[in-house]
């Protein structure tokens, strides 16, 4: 009994030495459903632009593709539907891929703070920064409001520069930003800046 009160102690001061924050990639809701609608989309225009060269109603629900004159109408439908369905083919595969994915991981154990985020296939497909946490100077907050906004956390590492611990893509309400910042300054026991 007391072998496992102190496994637990144990782990819950090793939870405190180390702070990891998963990051969404490209395994977002919204690139789920554009794929599908692209899919539907560029199937259903490739079909039509077909029914038009061959004189044949391909489309289940419809006879005007049928009739439809294949020069313009015809070579235009088939032109968009091929456009879609490669894009469709691309927002799978970084899905598939998880493109951007990662965690951010800083460990007091160790005395490590570890980015970790992962590419398209190739060389470089994982990008692994490590830095000893006596290198990193503060975390800092951009915030810019308009027609693009953007909110985005950073890490100052001492002569590296910034680099961003935050997703792309959709920004993260300021409510988030403000305790995810004020959270890891006070962990790493460094300034939070921009706030």
């Not at 800092?140 to 590296?160: F, H, V």
């Not at 959709?170 to 790493?188: C, H, K, V, W």
């Amino acid at each position: 009994m007391t072998a496992s009160k102190a496994s637990a102690t144990k782990n819950s001061a090793s939870d405190k030495a180390v702070l990891r924050r998963e990051i969404l990639g490209a395994r977002r809701p919204s690139n789920y459903f554009w794929a599908l609608v692209t899919a539907i989309g560029g199937v259903g225009f490739f079909l039509s632009g077909l029914s038009s060269y061959l004189h044949t109603n391909l489309l289940p629900f419809s006879d005007l593709p049928a009739q439809l004159v294949f020069i313009p109408q015809g070579i235009a439908m088939a032109f968009y539907g091929v456009a879609a369905i490669l894009l469709c083919t691309y927002l799978c595969l970084i899905v598939f891929w998880n493109v951007g994915g990662g965690y951010n991981e800083f460990d007091k154990s160790d005395d490590e703070a570890r980015i970790y985020r992962q590419g398209f296939p190739g060389k470089n497909r994982e990008i692994d920064l490590r830095y000893p946490l006596k290198d990193l100077l503060a975390v800092r907050a951009e915030i810019q409001e308009g027609l693009n906004p953007k909110r985005s956390l950073y890490l100052r590492i001492k002569g590296k520069g910034d680099i961003p611990l935050t997703r792309v893509g959709q920004p993260i309400s300021l409510a988030d930003l403000e305790n995810q910042g004020a959270e890891l300054a006070r962990f790493l026991q460094v300034p939070l800046e921009g706030l």
